[in-house]
């Protein structure tokens, strides 16, 4: 009913274990073979019971990469309710990955019609996360808070899903609001 987890980053799977996956979807990265299982593993929706939901961790990575990863993504998009991406600042799993990732959401009630995003904001003053500065739960307030509401705000925003198609189901899509970090020196 319910799958919640962290896969393993980064890490190349054998031909042997990639046998077990669909032809068109065969891949060594590990993220994606993880995502393909939970795919497979979420109940679907019967009558009034609700299909599966899953929480999870996944490295940015997927989210842009074109070939097996669009299409396992375009599966993700055309049977699963993909209705909220969390992007996590970097250093969050530091100082095991500076990988930068994100927390995807969804239920086996698709399709897929828009996807709210929330950007996770860094505290003031920090850059990233040290190993003896960790996330904490509290910071994940402000989106629990508006959540149920998912409205269009300075950290978050909506992408309709016909935009995520039309562009390889590409799902790293930044924030839009969000600042112009660099400073800009004259020529």
């Known amino acids: 009913d319910v799958i919640v987890t962290n896969p393993p980053f980064g890490g190349e799977e054998e031909a042997g274990i990639q046998a077990h996956f669909p032809e068109g979807t065969r891949t060594s990265e590990t993220a994606l073979l993880f995502l393909q299982f939970i795919m497979r593993s979420l109940k679907r929706s019967i009558g009034d019971r609700p ?3 899953c929480a999870m961790v996944l490295p940015n990575g997927p989210l842009f ?23 996590l600042p970097n250093g969050v799993f530091a100082p095991y990955t500076s990988i930068p990732a994100n927390l995807l959401f969804f239920q086996r009630d698709g399709p897929t019609k828009e996807i709210w995003y929330y950007e996770l904001p860094l505290p003031a003053g920090r850059k990233q996360y040290p190993k003896t500065k960790p996330l904490q739960d509290a910071e994940f307030d402000e989106c629990r808070a508006i959540w149920d509401k998912r409205p269009v705000a300075e950290h978050s925003w909506l992408v309709p899903v016909e935009q995520v198609v039309e562009n390889n189901c590409n799902l790293d899509i930044k924030n839009p609001r969000s600042q ?8």
């Open 51 to 53: 299909g599966g939901r």
């Open 65 to 87: 990469a074109g070939g097996v990863a669009a299409r396992v993504k375009q599966e993700l998009l055309e049977q699963f309710d993909l209705h909220t991406i969390v992007r």
């Open 180 to 187: 112009d970090t660099l400073a800009h020196r004259s020529p």
